[in-house]
């Protein structure tokens, strides 16, 4: 073996495991995070954490009861808004987006992605909060849902193709008409991917806080009042995490980690329906 | 009803299946009114999306107007930002922003790559779901939590280890100046850094998948290393793609909001060195809006929105025509959560 060789293999060898120990950084910085989250989060867990308001600043206790109501109250209007719409997208993505109008779309949906939260924020603030001229949890669905519109629409389309096409001409050979097919038997297929996609969506909204700040504004007592300024927990978070008080900061660790399981549940039942259903896909 | 013997016979009886008064035939030649209705609401709401686009733009473009108007292009390169005055220049933001970005991405791109290429070329398959897996769930980490973990975790953790050690060997660059407080421009890159890494790795990944086996067993059948398949066959190919998910990343950063508010320091001054505490357009306007007692104070901060806007939308849209070329049409990344 010439020099020349041992010194490529030994080149290859050690890329690999430059590569690799990239990775395991990567993996490590999640693990690391996850980690100090349960260390500094965990031990402030309690029923009262879950069931209880927060107390006034300088006393101890309290919970984040209404950061999780809000929560989910909030998510759970901007879900109504904003699935609908971008179902009905994302299926017209799939069925008729061969077209210049549906690359249109598409393009659109896919620069949307990334536009940065806090400027949907100051829109939504700027439509639902100056006119009526009061902050409300229904500004924060509404900013939720446009986040929400373009992510849902593009992980609809690509369910919805994943469906073979042999079904949609059985369904049509047998007299069934285009929207019926469409949805009874291309959507109703895909219904396991599109959910899924759905639960990502909702919970990569619940942990924004960005386009909350100007809109649900946050609200330190109990509130269940849509047209009033409703706590959440990134908000909480945020507002804690951020304060003087050392006691706030506890708080805020142990949030932290409440919307963290929040999320990774979500995303995780998420996954697993994909898997199943998808498992072989790539 | 003799023209076409081919024809289907209009009055045939009524299905159970379509219990509509149309007559069959029409249905399937698409004219049927149901399947236009259905085409009509799904086109109505895909129209949304375009409608938001320009919604947005114009929006911001009208409520920044009155500070467009009297600051002009000054807004741009001036750096005093005082609301007492009415003076508002956002370099120092613009600077921020750029700067904060750039330093996650000369983090984030080799983190992201490598893991990009361990996953689809080196790694054994047993180890590939499970890696992938919790390298995208990075992304499932709200940003807000990662401004805590920075604020009480990485920020001590630069104090105590890596900043001592960094001043020591490049002190004397303008880089590494001045006196680390903690909030600082280096906390703000690194925490983008491993917010972004999920998001590079995943469509790095789907490109680097969409590479043609025949590649790599062109450049190995010429007996090229591994390495040598993925560094001379594998990674050109993919070139396009891999540059549109780097600049997918990076605009990720440049709209990032709560965790960098909660670590750069968020303070109006152009300072080279990392160490010292900057501004990012999207900390500013999270910071400053619900403060912004004039209307000129409002329109300034709309405009660095508006600026925002229209830079990560450039952004995106060169990184997916880039991404486009190579994964036709997928929505790559979309699994990035």
């Not at chain 2, 361990?118 to 990075?138: G, I, K, N, S, Y």
């Not at chain 2, 830079?311 to 991404?323: C, E, Q, S, Y």
Request: net charge positive; hydrophobic share 55%.
């Amino acid at each position: 073996m010439s020099a020349r060789t041992v010194r490529r293999r030994i080149t290859s060898g050690v890329m690999t495991g430059l590569v690799a120990a990239l990775s395991f950084t990567a993996v490590l910085a999640l693990l690391l995070i996850l980690g100090d989250l349960i260390a500094k989060g965990a031990s402030s867990i309690d029923w009262a954490f879950f069931t209880k308001s927060p107390v006034p600043a300088g006393e101890t206790g309290g919970g984040v009861a209404n950061a999780i109501i809000g929560t989910g109250i909030i998510v759970g209007l901007a879900a109504l808004i904003g699935l609908p719409i971008g179902i009905g997208a994302g299926l017209f993505l799939a069925e008729y987006g061969s077209g210049r109008l549906g690359f249109m779309v598409r393009f659109i949906a896919d620069v949307l992605n990334g536009t940065p939260s806090i400027v949907i924020g100051i829109f939504a603030w700027t439509w639902m909060v100056k006119p009526v001229g009061r902050f409300s949890a229904l500004a924060g669905s509404a900013a939720l849902a446009i986040l929400m519109i373009p992510m849902i629409a593009r992980t609809t389309e690509e369910m919805v193709r994943l469906v073979p096409h042999s079904l949609r001409e059985a369904a049509l050979a047998l007299g069934y008409p285009r929207w019926r097919t469409s949805l009874r038997v291309v959507a109703r297929t895909a219904l396991g991917g599109i959910v899924t996609g759905c639960l990502v969506g909702i919970a990569r909204v619940a942990g924004e806080t960005a386009p909350l700040l100007f809109t649900a504004l946050g609200n330190l007592n109990f509130s269940t009042d849509v047209r009033h300024p409703m706590q959440t927990l990134s908000l909480q978070i945020y507002v804690y995490g951020t304060g003087p008080f050392e006691e706030w900061h506890r708080i805020a660790w142990a949030a932290a980690l409440v919307l963290m399981a929040l999320v990774l549940i979500l995303a995780m039942v998420a996954r697993r329906a994909t898997r199943q259903r998808y498992g072989r896909v790539r | 009803m003799t023209t076409l013997p081919i024809e289907p016979v209009p009055a045939a009886p009524p299905s159970i299946e379509t219990p509509s008064a149309e007559p069959r035939w029409a249905s399937l030649r698409g004219v049927n009114a149901s399947d236009r209705i259905y085409r009509g609401v799904l086109t109505v709401l895909a129209l949304f999306l375009p409608l938001l686009i320009v919604a947005l733009f114009a929006q911001l473009f009208v409520s920044a107007l009155p500070a467009i108007k009297r600051y002009g292009f000054s807004f741009l390169w001036t750096s005093t930002w005082d609301p007492v005055a009415e003076i508002y220049g956002a370099a120092p933001m613009i600077f921020g922003t750029l700067a904060s970005s750039l330093i996650a991405l000369l983090i984030a791109v080799p983190l992201a790559l490598g893991v990009a290429i361990f996953l689809t070329e080196f790694a054994p398959r047993w180890v590939r779901q499970p890696v992938a897996f919790l390298v995208e769930m990075l992304a499932a980490i709200p940003s807000v939590v990662y401004g805590l973990w920075g604020v009480f975790v990485l920020i001590p953790f630069l104090r105590s280890y890596v900043v001592p050690p960094l001043k020591a060997v490049l002190g004397w660059t303008p880089f590494f100046q001045g006196v680390f407080y903690g909030n600082s421009l280096l906390a703000g890159g690194i925490i983008l850094a491993i917010m972004i890494v999920p998001y590079i790795a995943a469509v790095s990944r789907e490109v680097l998948l969409a590479v043609p086996s025949s590649q790599r067993e062109a450049a190995l059948g010429m007996g090229a290393t591994r390495w040598e398949a993925v560094w001379t066959a594998v990674l050109p190919y993919g070139r396009a793609g891999l540059i549109g998910a780097v600049i997918l990343g990076l605009g990720r950063a440049l709209g990032e909001t709560m965790a960098v508010t909660m670590v750069i320091g968020n303070r109006h001054d152009i300072a080279l060195s990392a160490l010292q505490p900057a501004y990012t357009m999207a900390a500013a306007i999270a910071n400053e809006f619900s403060e912004a007692t004039t209307n000129m104070y409002l329109s300034a901060l709309f405009e660095v929105g508006l600026i925002l806007f229209v830079i990560t939308v450039l952004v995106n849209a060169l990184a997916r025509l880039l991404i486009w070329r190579v994964a036709r049409g997928a929505a790559v990344g979309s699994k990035a959560l």
